[in-house]
């Protein structure tokens, strides 16, 4: 008995594992799904990053050209509708420095990298007119006041503004211009370097100057209608000889460079070095406003009868506008 008992439990045991074995396979064949996506489930990937900011955060950039007119008829900057009124090709770009400003944990303030990239490339694209605005600062929109300098009046509204950093490049098009790229929010400096490539690469027929110099201030004579002397920065990145260069008065109404317009001519060696910034007066010995000699002088300018609101262009020798400012 004990033997045949001992023979009948195993071979129960075998077959117990015979079974099991016979049924693994099924077991472990995969079971499908009642309900099976078509489509998985979209997994959104991390962010790039560099110098720890998130790139292209809040980034809508336009995948083609956007036509875009501007209205004359309501408050805009006086240099911007100059520009616009040329055919020049322009950057425009609002930006945001206060303590509410968009920043990351390292504290790095979005619109002021922005606007710095903007400002360092600008010095490599002279043909391109660049207007910067502090969004805090918008000046009258619905009085006859004009515009003073960094105040922007609609031309964010008409522009369709959102967030900032805001930065919107354009070029003539037809009879209207085209918004060829338009950035909101953080934008690496590289992708704006390629915008600001293909924008200069546009043809125009604006009578903007390849010399990257502007005007920075024009003082008044104290019987308020002449000029005393003018500021010049050179935000290019090689010198620049100031001498033939002019001052003129623009058409109030056309904002344009009439023949014959009254203005004054740099008749001495100005030289100005790469990011240095030089006064020009109507006396040799003059002082500026910052208590330094004029670094030369021009001729006329004591008869031009400017009053506040008249605007200024600073013509190469070439005749082509190189820079403007409203006194």
Same mark, same amino acid.
Do not use: H, W
């Given at each position: 008995?004990?033997?045949?008992?001992?023979?009948?439990?195993?071979?129960?045991?075998?077959?117990?594992?015979?079974?099991?074995?016979?049924?693994?396979?099924?077991?472990?064949?995969?079971?499908?799904?009642?309900?099976?996506?078509?489509?998985?489930?979209?997994?959104?990937?991390?962010?790039?990053?560099?110098?720890?900011?998130?790139?292209?955060?809040?980034?809508?950039?336009?995948?083609?050209?956007?036509?875009?007119?501007?209205?004359?008829?309501?408050?805009?900057?006086?240099?911007?509708?100059?520009?616009?009124?040329?055919?020049?090709?322009?950057?425009?770009?609002?930006?945001?420095?206060?303590?509410?400003?968009?920043?990351?944990?390292?504290?790095?303030?979005?619109?002021?990298?922005?606007?710095?990239?903007?400002?360092?490339?600008?010095?490599?694209?002279?043909?391109?007119?660049?207007?910067?605005?502090?969004?805090?600062? #918008?000046?009258? $929109? *619905?009085?006859?006041? =004009?515009?003073?300098? &960094?105040?922007?009046?609609?031309?964010? !509204?008409?522009?369709?503004?959102?967030?900032?950093?805001?930065?919107?490049?354009?070029?003539?098009?037809?009879?209207?211009?085209?918004?060829?790229?338009?950035?909101?929010?953080?934008?690496?400096?590289?992708?704006?370097?390629?915008?600001?490539?293909?924008?200069?690469?546009?043809?125009?027929?604006?009578?903007?100057?390849?010399?990257?110099?502007?005007?920075?201030?024009?003082?008044?004579?104290?019987?308020?209608?002449?000029?005393?002397?003018?500021?010049?920065?050179?935000?290019?990145?090689?010198?620049?000889?100031?001498?033939?260069?002019?001052?003129?008065?623009?058409?109030?109404?056309?904002?344009?460079?009439?023949?014959?317009?009254?203005?004054?001519?740099?008749?001495?060696?100005?030289?100005?070095?790469?990011?240095?910034?030089?006064?020009?007066?109507?006396? #040799?010995?003059? $002082? *500026?406003?910052?208590? =330094?000699?004029?670094? &030369?002088?021009?001729?006329?300018?004591? !008869?031009?009868?400017?009053?506040?609101?008249?605007?200024?262009?600073?013509?190469?020798?070439?005749?082509?506008?190189?820079?403007?400012?409203?006194?």
């Amino acid at each position: 008995m004990p033997a045949r008992f001992g023979l009948l439990v195993v071979l129960v045991l075998c077959c117990v594992a015979l079974f099991a074995g016979c049924g693994g396979e099924e077991d472990e064949a995969p079971v499908p799904s009642a309900e099976s996506p078509a489509t998985p489930a979209a997994v959104e990937p991390p962010a790039d990053v560099q110098g720890g900011v998130p790139v292209g955060t809040g980034q809508a950039e336009t995948t083609g050209d956007v036509p875009f007119t501007l209205n004359t008829e309501q408050p805009v900057p006086p240099n911007f509708a100059e520009a616009y009124g040329r055919g020049a090709r322009i950057v425009v770009q609002f930006y945001k420095l206060d303590e509410d400003s968009l920043s990351y944990p390292e504290g790095l303030s979005v619109d002021r990298q922005v606007r710095d990239s903007i400002e360092r490339l600008g010095t490599q694209y002279p043909t391109i007119e660049f207007f910067s605005y502090e969004i805090s600062d #918008p000046g009258p $929109v *619905d009085t006859a006041r =004009e515009l003073q300098p &960094g105040e922007y009046g609609t031309l964010p !509204a008409q522009l369709g503004v959102g967030i900032t950093p805001f930065v919107a490049m354009m070029a003539p098009s037809g009879d209207a211009y085209a918004i060829t790229n338009l950035f909101q929010g953080y934008v690496p400096e590289p992708v704006l370097s390629q915008a600001l490539f293909d924008l200069a690469a546009v043809e125009v027929e604006d009578n903007t100057s390849d010399v990257a110099v502007e005007l920075e201030q024009v003082v008044r004579t104290e019987g308020g209608g002449g000029i005393e002397f003018f500021g010049v920065r050179n935000r290019g990145e090689r010198p620049v000889n100031l001498q033939g260069f002019t001052l003129r008065v623009l058409d109030p109404e056309t904002a344009q460079v009439t023949p014959g317009a009254p203005g004054v001519t740099i008749n001495s060696d100005i030289e100005v070095g790469a990011g240095q910034s030089v006064s020009v007066g109507r006396v #040799p010995d003059l $002082v *500026d406003d910052e208590g =330094e000699f004029v670094a &030369g002088t021009f001729e006329g300018g004591t !008869a031009l009868e400017l009053a506040p609101g008249d605007q200024l262009a600073l013509l190469d020798p070439g005749g082509a506008v190189a820079s403007t400012i409203t006194v």
